[in-house]
């Protein structure tokens, strides 16, 4: 793997995701969140030429567990890239769907969410070297090489920002994990 080319996505596979998923803390509230985005390349559309085809998908899906009011708050969007509308940039973490995003930079990762319920704004401070997953970044998924995906984790991600909830803004701080994972096979039919 080469950094930081491969923080950004690699549309030439089938699939990819950047998960991010942690635990913040205000003064008395406790949370879990999980942030997540997705892009999916559609093989059907490659060869058109018209900026409307749907060559990738971009999606994501965002959750707040607030621990003492005993919820789980959800939301997700889905959009073709293009347009400024869905971006996953190829150079770095470059995602964007709408008004969500998620950005590295020298500082490390930010993620921004507004959903209907609730509102993430945080930053992701490495602690931490790289954690290739596999063997050196490569994880079978099955008995054939093949059924592998590219592989990396950032742990211990130092956490802080701000959470709203129905409206109330808190400034939290927390520790979260992120995985990276692409791959253009699918897992083994017995799988």
Do not use: C, N
């Amino acid at each position: 793997m080469q950094f930081p080319r491969d923080h950004g996505a690699h549309p030439g596979f089938r699939t990819e995701w950047w998960y991010i998923t942690g635990h913040a803390s205000a003064v008395g509230r406790e949370f879990g969140f999980q942030v997540t985005f997705f892009r999916s390349r559609v093989d059907g559309t490659q060869g058109m030429q018209s900026g409307f085809a749907a060559r990738q998908l971009i999606f994501a899906h965002a959750a707040v567990t607030d621990v003492q009011g005993g919820k789980l708050l959800h939301d997700q969007r889905i959009a073709r890239e293009g347009f400024d509308v869905a971006v996953a940039g190829t150079a770095d973490t470059q995602l964007k769907l709408r008004d969500w995003s998620l950005v590295r930079g020298p500082a490390g990762y930010q993620a921004r969410i507004t959903a209907q319920d609730f509102a993430l704004e945080l930053a992701f401070a490495p602690t931490q070297a790289v954690l290739l997953q596999g063997d050196r970044g490569l994880s079978r998924k099955g008995p054939q090489e093949q059924q592998a995906s590219y592989y990396y984790s950032q742990p211990q991600l130092r956490t802080r920002g701000a959470l709203t909830l129905r409206g109330q803004r808190m400034d939290v701080q927390g520790t979260a994990w992120l995985d990276h994972e692409w791959s253009e096979e699918l897992l083994h039919p017995e799988a």
